[in-house]
């Protein structure tokens, strides 16, 4: 039996069971204040060399780690009510490695965890007339990633269970030892240390994605691009041309060139060429004054002037028409530019991007592309090669679209199975990085359990897509026009293709052009696409045929400025 004395408080007996690394006190009291007696007689054989010392700093410091680096310090923060284990596990704990604050009800607990943000959490079950595994909660509402060590002098399976279904790290019984709190806490912090570890990765990787304006995948040709558009990127006045199918990122590697070079701070500035009509183009481009035409009632800037200091980005540049291309020509040779109706040429200082998935090589041999453009715009050639060619950029495409649409439909990711990817990659890709990422923006949404590739392809959706039958198309001058007859009745079709060879072939493509822009509210590309034609014949029928729609507003909704 042995007499220990609490700091002034009366005198209590009891048992004292002394083991290398745990000192263990047995009083007559059941009191709370009593039962932690053993954490004082503990630190007291500590510091005479009874027991290997743990701690070295002034035992009436109430906060840890003074004087060492913080930036190396472990943020530990004790919520318990009795104050003596706050301090006996500052006094255990004041090293370099650990930084203590001791609170002592669940609202300092709470509102300390918010402002000091502590690594690990050392949570008593009971703090008074509060619930610790309430205040345990409360905590990782505000800090999900939060540990939280719950103590308590009840050794009880069903609240160490009870505990851990609620969030907590881990679970400790009082009285404990030094050491093996030590290692408990050196444990969760190597773990806390991994996460962050991962994390810290995680987000370097996400902003390599953006820099690189989200080319995932390591293929040798994907790679090939990305130095190519790197190198190219330092020089901020360099003319670029991006080549490549539908879908496989023009535009995300212009912009790439542009996040990459030194004038990323300033805009990325797109048009798509074959998206406005011929007369409203110059004036998109390089903007007009007052009074230049008709409606110009106030003076336009162009999106050169706008892209100043940054990217300048011409899509589909194989659609630009003949009679822009000489002035386009001239703002990459002389680096300036004039506004319709103006009378002096003004500066360019963006640089030129430009993107065309038609062969301009072809296009030079028909004369419809100026062969002095072309080789004006291939200072730097980039081919970005089609999805098809990139087998092993699959796998970490879908993985990097599943974790995008799982954030913004708030949705667990879904599991990609070993053979739904193979059929995946069995897969062709003819709308290539588009069409995937549409599939699994698909599966996503929908909830499938599968992503499904080729689901209604762009010729099928033509062969199949319902129109209204010619037969209910009714001309102005004539009767309805009749569908062909079945092919069986060859004899009766030449009579039907010879209906066609008169004044009435006009008017049934009026109104078929008419019907189905009405259907489409006015979307000229998607009448275009859904008519079998390209949107430049489109606009030419348009003016053939003097439809109403209000072009120029259509063809300012297709110009993207960021």
């Not at 009436?60 to 318990?80: C, F, H, W, Y």
């Not at 336009?300 to 100043?308: M, S, Y």
Request: charged residues 25%; aromatic residues 6%; contains cysteine.
């Amino acid at each position: 039996m042995v007499s220990v004395g609490a700091r002034g408080a009366p005198h209590k007996s009891g048992l004292v069971l002394m083991t290398k690394e745990h000192v263990h006190f047995f009083g007559t009291s059941e009191t709370k204040s009593f039962r932690t007696l053993w954490y004082f007689l503990a630190a007291a054989l500590e510091s005479s060399g009874l027991l290997k010392s743990r701690s070295g700093l002034d035992r009436g410091n109430r906060t840890s780690g003074e004087g060492a680096p913080a930036a190396m310090q472990s943020k530990i923060l004790v919520v318990d009510d009795d104050a003596h284990i706050g301090n006996l596990v500052c006094d255990a704990f004041s090293n370099e490695k650990f930084q203590v604050e001791c609170v002592h009800t669940a609202a300092e607990g709470t509102s300390k965890c918010a402002e000091w943000e502590p690594d690990v959490v050392l949570l008593d079950v009971m703090l008074g007339k509060d619930d610790g595994l309430q205040v345990l909660s409360e905590l990782l509402k505000v800090r999900p990633d939060l540990a939280v060590v719950v103590m308590s002098g009840q050794s009880s399976i069903q609240l160490a269970v009870e505990a851990m279904r609620r969030g907590a790290a881990h679970y400790i019984a009082k009285p404990f030892g030094i050491r093996e709190l030590e290692a408990l806490l050196e444990k969760i912090l190597e773990g806390l240390a991994l996460k962050r570890e991962v994390q810290s990765l995680r987000r370097d990787q996400q902003k390599a994605i953006k820099a690189m304006g989200g080319m995932i995948g390591e293929s040798p040709a994907l790679l090939e691009v990305r130095a190519m558009l790197a190198k190219v990127a330092m020089s901020p006045a360099t003319t670029v041309l991006i080549q490549g199918e539908t879908g496989t990122g023009k535009e995300v590697a212009a912009r790439s060139v542009h996040l990459l070079s030194p004038n990323k701070a300033g805009p990325f500035v797109s048009v798509n060429c074959a998206a406005i009509p011929e007369t409203l183009l110059e004036s998109e481009l390089f903007g007009h004054e007052r009074g230049a035409f008709t409606d110009a009632k106030t003076s336009k800037r162009g999106l050169v002037e706008q892209a100043a200091g940054g990217t300048f980005f011409l899509d589909e540049i194989g659609d630009m028409p003949l009679a822009l291309q000489a002035k386009l020509l001239r703002v990459l040779q002389e680096r300036v530019y004039r506004p319709v109706g103006a009378t002096r040429d003004f500066p360019v200082d963006c640089r030129i991007v430009a993107a065309t998935n038609r062969n301009l090589v072809d296009m030079v041999a028909e004369g419809v592309f100026r062969e002095d453009l072309y080789y004006r715009l291939q200072v730097v050639p980039v081919y970005l090669p089609p999805l098809r060619e990139r087998g092993q950029d699959l796998q970490p495409l879908v993985e990097y679209f599943i974790e995008e649409f799982a954030q913004e439909f708030k949705r667990p990711a879904m599991r990609v199975s070993a053979a739904n990817l193979d059929q995946l990659c069995a897969y062709d890709w003819p709308g290539n990085v588009r069409e995937l990422r549409n599939c699994v923006e698909r599966a996503m949404l929908l909830g499938l359990a599968s992503i499904e590739p080729g689901i209604a392809p762009v010729n099928r959706m033509r062969k199949t897509q319902a129109l209204t039958p010619l037969s209910k198309i009714s001309d102005r001058n004539t009767a309805p026009v009749s569908t062909p007859p079945p092919a069986a009745s060859a004899p009766a079709s030449d009579e039907w293709v010879m209906r066609f060879r008169s004044p009435a072939l006009e008017s049934v493509e009026r109104d078929l052009i008419q019907m189905v822009l009405t259907r489409c509210q006015g979307n000229k590309n998607q009448a275009a696409e859904l008519l079998g034609i390209n949107r430049t014949t489109l606009y030419r029928k348009l003016a053939q045929y003097q439809l109403e729609g209000d072009t120029k507003d259509n063809a300012e909704a297709e110009v993207k400025t960021t």
